[in-house]
């Protein structure tokens, strides 16, 4: 029993360690892309920001729209930033002409792009600036990158001008393949974009070309919004939300405006509860009406997605894709009851003319609840165009539960938390300068997130702003688990018996429709000498014991609920050694419908064939044509069945009989 008791706590002292070793936004391996914006003067700067908590060597490779390769070396100090800028003339993609003209870049297949490798750990942030026009990103390491995703930006605009000469502002997203052939499906939440019509569209990428999208924008339709697309892709992928130049909210055609950008995370890493804290306000902000301030987006990605504020009553997102909108006013929470993405959009700055105030539009992911950590460190950026500063404030806010003491930004502790009103968390603004900065909390993140906090980077200029999360992990969430259950069988010697693999229960149903899976291969194992397989199957013996077969067995579908069938084993039952024996399900690939393979954890459940009419009704068995054949089965500690020859604390059973080994 010591034994037993000192085995199950180290597999879950093991899993313990696991279950909190987060993918996070820092890695070895990024891909970038630079969405277009407005430009308006000749100091448009494009830059990628890197810092490590280690001295590290990284190499960044620029792949220009003319396909040639840059190579940089750079040494990364500890705790320093470095910043490496790009002519946007080779690596901004080409925003289109409205209402037409030049296509530009869009809608085709684009060598430009930057991938950046280290010999350890970093974090990347990328920035597009212009004069009144910047904001940055959190780049996403490559192996936290997705295979679905939804698109999160912003309506589009447009402005009337001097003898009709009229500016557009559209939604827009880019993605950047990773990997050679990745197949891209677009489904999208317009009728059309600036290239054509149709909102289903399918593209291939190689590895490194960018793709971007505009959405159609013309004096009748104004304010088309891409926000709600869904993009899946048979490899990773990287997508970035964007906006060429947003007013926010849309209030008139005087706002001022700002690039939008935000690395996007998968579908998968969305969460169900969020905290959104207020932005701290520049010093010498306006505001132009009651409606003038800052935007909250919930996006939805599963049907029948309701979502509650502040302790609400829940209020319905009835259609995947559907979008709710809401003021930010003050510290808002969010449940909702399947996953969401949220992000705030930063308020403009400027509603009558004036651009010396500061602030402006800026599109910042809220990380869920389930995926704070304990520590970040983040970049405050600091372009430097003609050695002049862009940004006259820089902020950081914390927000974790009220609970959470010591939580400290570069050693210095943060004072008690503001709270959300009837909540139970709080938040916190720490000015800080340009550079490199480190936030940590005592407790390390857990599974449950109550340990770890929250943490968002902005900053404000002159009609400029900055701003993006500080950092998340990247747990694949609220993914589904299918229980399969063999369904038991009797009949008697010579007779058909049909025995049924079926869906016994789901968990994240919604989740598991997304993965739009439509087949199952796998293998029914049964006892040989009392069920003779129908048909084409023969079984191929086990070379470990002649008694057992094997046969293939699966099915496809259009759809996958309780219930339903998805296996079938015809067979005929003969006498052979045994009453009853198990009939097992060993599962091998489920496929979705462009047959590729999707992991979901499953479960199986074994039934039992029994043959019927050949034991009196005291169990003394009337025909017994051969000697019972001694079977041992062995199994581990979980209850699990194991190859003879595995080491460790097992169990065998023999003729109903239960013997403790340790090999």
């Known amino acids: 029993m010591k034994i037993l008791l000192l085995i199950l706590a180290a597999v879950l002292g093991t899993f313990s360690v696991h279950s909190q070793q987060w993918m996070s936004s820092e890695g070895r391996d990024f891909w970038l892309a630079f969405p277009p914006t407005e430009h308006t003067s000749r100091s448009g700067r494009l830059s990628i920001f890197l810092s490590s908590e280690n001295t590290t060597n990284v190499t960044i490779a620029a792949r220009s729209r003319r396909g040639v390769v840059t190579t940089t070396r750079r040494t990364v100090n500890a705790g320093e930033v470095v910043e490496e800028v790009f002519d946007r003339s080779e690596y901004e993609l080409a925003s289109a002409d409205f209402p037409v003209g030049s296509p530009g870049d869009c809608e085709i297949a684009v060598p430009t792009s930057i991938h950046i490798t280290s010999e350890a750990d970093i974090s990347v942030y990328g920035s597009v600036r212009d004069n009144l026009t910047s904001d940055a990103w959190l780049a996403l390491p490559t192996h936290v990158l997705g295979l679905e995703y939804r698109v999160m930006s912003y309506p589009s605009d447009y402005v009337s001008g001097y003898m009709g000469m009229a500016t557009y502002y559209p939604s827009q997203f880019v993605i950047i393949a990773t990997e050679d052939s990745t197949i891209v499906d677009l489904t999208l939440s317009l009728s059309r974009t600036r290239i054509g019509l149709w909102k289903n569209r399918t593209i291939k990428l190689n590895r490194g070309e960018s793709y971007l999208v505009q959405a159609s924008v013309s004096s009748s339709s104004r304010h088309e919004d891409l926000t709600g697309t869904v993009i899946r892709s048979n490899k990773p992928i ?48 306006r505001q132009a009406e009651k409606n003038d301030v800052s ?44 996953p969401v993405l949220v992000a705030i959009v930063d308020r403009s700055t400027k509603r009558d003319g ?57 050693g210095n502790a943060v ?49 400029e702003s900055y701003g993006y999360t500080g950092g998340m992990a990247f747990s694949k969430l609220y993914q589904p688990t299918i229980w399969l259950r063999v369904v038991d069988a009797n009949a008697e010697p010579g007779d058909s018996v049909h025995i049924a693999v079926v869906v016994d229960s789901v968990t994240e149903q919604a989740s598991l429709d997304a993965m739009q899976i439509r087949q199952l291969n796998g293998r029914a194992a049964f006892n040989s000498t009392i069920l003779v397989p129908a048909g084409l199957h023969f079984p191929s013996w086990s070379v470990q014991d002649a008694t057992h077969g094997m046969v293939d067995a699966g099915s496809s579908f259009t759809a996958l609920n309780i ?32 047959q590729q393979a999707v992991p979901v954890t499953t479960h199986v459940l074994n039934g039992l064939l029994t043959v019927n009419g050949i034991c009196r009704e005291n169990g003394e068995r009337l025909f017994d044509p051969t000697a019972p054949l001694q079977h041992v089965r062995t199994f ?20 109903g009989t239960v013997r403790p080994v340790f090999r």
């Open 636 to 655: 581990d500690v979980l209850g699990r069945e194991v190859p003879k020859g595995t080491h460790g604390l097992l169990f065998e059973i023999n003729a």
């Open 354 to 410: 004036n651009v010396t105030f500061s602030g402006d539009p800026s599109l910042i992911i809220i990380p869920p609840i389930e995926q704070y950590l304990s520590k970040y460190r983040t970049i405050s950026i600091e372009p430097r165009p003609n050695n002049q500063p862009i940004y006259n404030e820089h902020w950081i806010t914390v927000f974790a539960p009220l609970s959470t003491t010591g939580i400290r930004v570069d």
């Open 563 to 594: 219930g339903d069938t998805v296996a079938m084993v015809h067979g005929v039952v003969v006498l052979g050694n045994m009453v009853a024996d198990t009939v097992r399900y060993d599962v091998g690939h489920w496929l979705n419908q462009n």
């Open 415 to 463: 004072s008690a938390l503001t709270p959300f009103s009837d909540s139970t968390f709080g938040y916190a603004h720490i000015k800080v300068n340009g550079g490199s900065h480190f936030s940590e909390s005592p407790l390390p993140a857990t599974t449950d997130s109550v340990s770890g906090f929250g943490i968002l980077v902005y900053g404000y200029g002159p009609a």
């Open 238 to 285: 990287g997508v970035l939300g964007s906006h060429l130049r947003a007013q926010v909210p849309l209030l008139s055609s005087e706002a001022s405006r700002d690039i939008l950008i935000e690395q996007l995370p998968s579908v998968d890493t969305w969460g169900k509860r969020f905290v959104v804290p207020p932005l701290h306000l520049p010093a010498d902000a």
């Open 295 to 338: 935007v909250i987006r919930v996006l939805a990605h599963y049907d029948s997605t309701d979502v509650s504020v502040d302790g609400g009553g829940y209020f319905p997102l009835v259609r995947a894709g559907n979008i709710w909108e809401m003021p930010l006013q003050n510290g808002r929470t969010i449940v909702a009851t399947k």
